[in-house]
């Protein structure tokens, strides 16, 4: 009989896997713990691709899906609507910033900034006025459909597809070094009057390896955003529900985007659900009996009931004081780790912000996706229990708020014996 691996083999696709790249066979999940189908316990140090908020199979959120699953599973979101979506939708535009009035359902993560993307260029076109450029960052990942690709940096992981991306204008991401010429570069797009948004990885640019930028000159960009008339679209899909250790990372800035697109940890990690939250202003252009201005956008599962479950649920798991104090303890763990072994010699850089934690290793070649450092690493943690996936050779720690003090403790130790071999 062929094992799960094999079988796996034959007739899977996986994402991000290259040829020869070890599959591991998982059964079950507890809390922080995955379980192999040879007994192998493992730590989730990543939260499973960062979507993982309270741990695995929270009793709590399957008990919340298992009721709404015998009430309603799903029905078209387009002409209809439901209990837990309404109330997901009121929960969030209560938890958002207060200029944040109306949500929008999707799937993911790519898709609630394919929406965003979308909802920008319809926002002026409905106004009469055709806006042609979109401003991000350097190194900013936004997504693997063909929008959100577009607005994603260049190289690595688009390269196959840029002859078909529309142009947009990159620019560096600010610290106090750069400031003046980020703002003063920044302005002058601005001033062509033909930029329809600026998007942005708040504070924490994710895929590009935890890099981390200035949220008090980042909120002066959108202060200038709004001098010039610009939509901003903040991309929380890393950030949102505490990773900064506030619960939105724009609760950091002063000034605040007008669209906010959410999703991995918005269910908690059980179920798939994109979010994209927008400003009064940005719903009135397109609330008009002008069938033209409808946003003719959605998805089959968009508002998926199992999934506003679940999310209602996540939220509940946040009101708890248990929650708060685990998240509080793990920003403190992580930060003393990190300034502990920040200079280390065989260390680019140690950074931290909130609950994340990244390690970027001092290896040949540039840091980067392709660094074939992560997956030594990767085999390393593996073999001593622990689930880190480096994003080549930085690795990450984004842990569920659930895991023990002690096993922290261990994914921290191993890093320093990792270091030292």
Known sequence: MRSLVEKDAKYIWHPFNHKGTEIVPIVKAEGAYLFGEDGKKYIDGFSSWWVNMHGHCHPYIAKKIAEQALKLEHVAFGGFTHPEAVKLAERLVNLLPENIDKIFYSDNGSTANEVALKMAIQYWFNQGDRRNKFITFTNDYHGDTFGSMSLTARGGFNEPFERFLFDVEFIDTPNKENRTEVLTRFEELL???DVAAFIFEPIVQGAAGMLMH???ILSEMIGLCKKYNVLTIADEVLTGFGR??????VNHLSHKPDIICLSKGVTGGF????VTAVADKVFKAFDSENKKHTFLHGHSYTGNALASAAANANLDLFEKEETKLNMKRIVKQQSEFIA????HLKLRDARNTGTIAAIELDTEGESNYFNSKGNDAYKWFLDKGIVLRPLGNVLIMIPPYCIKEEDLDY???QIRLFLEN
């Open 191 to 193: 001033k062509s009057n």
């Open 214 to 216: 200035s949220p008090e």
């Open 244 to 249: 900064t250790g506030e619960m939105f990372a």
């Open 271 to 274: 179920m798939t659900m994109g």
């Open 340 to 343: 502990s072994i920040k200079d």
């Open 411 to 413: 994914i921290h130790q």
